[in-house]
């Protein structure tokens, strides 16, 4: 089992900034890919990007691309998201994934196995 938890939202006014933080801990050792998810009350999970564990090499959504950054510490087991420009279409709860499944697109949900309690951003006009 692989246990996520996320922490570091909150609230920030548009054009601030957030760092989302995303603990890592149990059998890691399988996990090929790390990624940010969000979700808006009553719509789908939409992917944000994710990270490839052994390359390191990122990809983003088209709505968060040049804004949002995601790295990693891995002496703390922590995935982070940095996120820029803040927007008020931002606001929704954000998720945290664990993938260790094989595959040629990770950005749907389907591709993971583990996801973390979630964390809420708001931001304000």
């Known amino acids: 089992q692989v246990q996520l938890v996320e922490s570091g939202g909150g609230l920030v006014q548009a054009g601030g900034s957030l760092r989302l933080s995303c603990v890592v801990s149990?059998?890691?050792?399988?996990?090929?890919?790390m990624a940010w998810f969000r979700q808006a009350p009553g719509k789908e999970r939409e992917f944000v990007g994710h990270?490839?564990?052994?390359?390191?090499?990122?990809y983003y959504a088209d709505s968060v691309k040049g804004r949002f950054t995601i790295s990693r510490d891995n002496a703390k087991n922590t995935l982070y998201l940095e996120m820029n420009s803040l927007k008020p279409e931002d606001t929704v709860v954000y998720y945290c994934?664990?993938?260790?499944?094989?595959?040629?697109?990770?950005?749907?949900?389907?591709?993971?196995?583990?996801w973390g309690q979630g964390t809420q951003v708001t931001v304000s006009p």
């Open positions: 994934a664990a993938s260790g499944q094989l595959a040629l697109d990770y950005r749907s949900q389907v591709r993971y196995e583990y």
């Open positions: 149990g059998r890691t050792f399988n996990n090929r890919v």
């Open positions: 990270m490839f564990i052994v390359a390191g090499s990122t």
